[in-house]
């Protein structure tokens, strides 16, 4: 024997499908971002002493990443100093 819906649970049944297939229509992919970074060394002087520091694209600290849920970050590191970096997010 099947089971009925009754009369109050069919809208309701709707409105949740109906709001289910909004919900996946509303998905949208996200974009895919690019960055590149070159990092080298610069000589900084604070307080009368001079140092070499990392920079990336002549920054320290580094410029901001911005991306969203859903987004692609595709980020092109060359680096120009002497020594291995390690980039940390």
């Not at 499908?17 to 900084?44: E, P």
């Not at 920054?59 to 002497?82: C, I, M, S, Y």
């Amino acid at each position: 024997m099947a089971m009925a819906l009754s009369s109050s649970a069919l809208p309701c049944s709707l409105l949740m499908a109906a709001l289910m297939l909004l919900a996946s229509i509303a998905q949208v992919q996200g974009i895919t971002r690019y960055y590149d970074f070159n990092v080298t060394m610069a000589n900084v002087t604070r307080l009368c002493a001079t140092k070499s520091i990392v920079t990336v694209n002549g920054q320290f600290p580094g410029p901001k990443l911005v991306a969203r849920e859903g987004d692609r970050v595709v980020v092109r590191v060359t680096n120009h100093a002497q020594h291995n970096i390690s980039l940390h997010w």
